[in-house]
């Protein structure tokens, strides 16, 4: 099946792609939103900044989808609800989607929906309703057309690493990728590794579905775009980057200069200069 909509996620000149995920809110942790509480002005920085797109929830999707006019970023809508990233984490964990989610995402206007498939140390409750979501997710968006971006995330021990930490292990990923890809992606949204140097190995597991690596959690600037170039190198298709741009204190800049490593071919020394040109 051609996904039509894909069309307008990746850049036509260079076939990559910068997805901005704002969809932190979503799960109820109160860390998760420090930055970003006015999220009226966080779509409107992120609109006039330009990325390829713009990962939102359903609630907060109208943000983006108001703007009048075709040049902004497309939507990407985030489809399930967990409460995995606390710590010490609650006695009953869950995660659900969204029931209608493709059909609101049809009704919105979005370029693909995405979906979680966790991998959390004792608690392979959640990863089996991960896979439900995603069986059941995967039925409609080949019914619509809609791109399914499946997002494999390994996670550590919460009452060692605290919420949100991933488990940079290139083994566990490449085995939960590959669960991805057999689960039915049309997209792949990964954790990065511990050892950029081994990330050509997702890339191969996951075939010919493009891979998109993660941001993780906030870093310097320069490791940041070296990492991307490495990733980049590695052969994946872009990148989805939440906290490294929201919460900078230049997004716009930031976002000129990760697009420019994406579509320009741009080195971490370029980017930087990017940066410092928009701080003077």
Do not use: W
Not at 11 to 40: K, P, Q, W, Y
Not at 44 to 56: E, F, N, S, Y
Not at 208 to 226: Q, S
Request: aromatic content about 4%.
């Amino acid at each position: 099946m051609s996904l039509y909509r894909l069309n307008r996620l990746f850049n036509a000149r260079s076939g990559r792609a910068l997805d901005v995920a704002v969809d932190h809110g979503f799960f109820g942790e109160r860390s998760f939103i420090t930055g970003i509480e006015d999220m009226g002005e966080v779509v409107r920085t992120l609109v006039a900044a330009g990325p390829d797109a713009v990962q939102l929830t359903l609630g907060q999707a109208r943000l983006l989808q108001q703007v009048p006019g075709k040049d902004k970023p497309a939507l990407v809508l985030r489809t399930d609800v967990a409460n995995v990233y606390g710590n010490p984490l609650d006695s009953i964990l869950y995660s659900h989607h969204v029931p209608h989610a493709i059909e609101e995402a049809v009704r919105l206007d979005a370029v693909a929906v995405c979906v979680n498939l966790m991998q959390i140390p004792d608690h392979p409750e959640v990863r089996e309703a991960n896979i439900r979501s995603i069986m059941a997710l995967r039925r409609e968006a080949t019914r619509y057309g809609m791109p399914l971006m499946i997002e494999p995330l390994v996670m550590q021990d919460n009452t060692t690493a605290g919420g949100y930490q991933v488990d940079g292990d290139i083994e566990k990923i490449v085995t939960l990728v590959r669960q991805a890809v057999e689960l039915g992606a049309d997209l792949i949204k990964a954790d990065p590794s511990s050892d950029i140097s081994e990330y050509a190995r997702v890339v191969q597991v996951a075939g010919d579905i493009p891979v998109l690596v993660r941001g993780g959690g906030r870093v310097d600037d320069r490791t940041l775009l070296e990492r991307t170039v490495a990733v980049l190198d590695a052969g994946v298709s872009g990148i989805v980057y939440g906290r490294n741009i929201i919460q900078h204190g230049h997004p716009a800049a930031i976002t000129a200069a990760l697009m420019a490593v994406l579509h320009d071919g741009a080195d971490a020394d370029a980017g930087l200069a990017i940066l410092e040109a928009a701080r003077a």
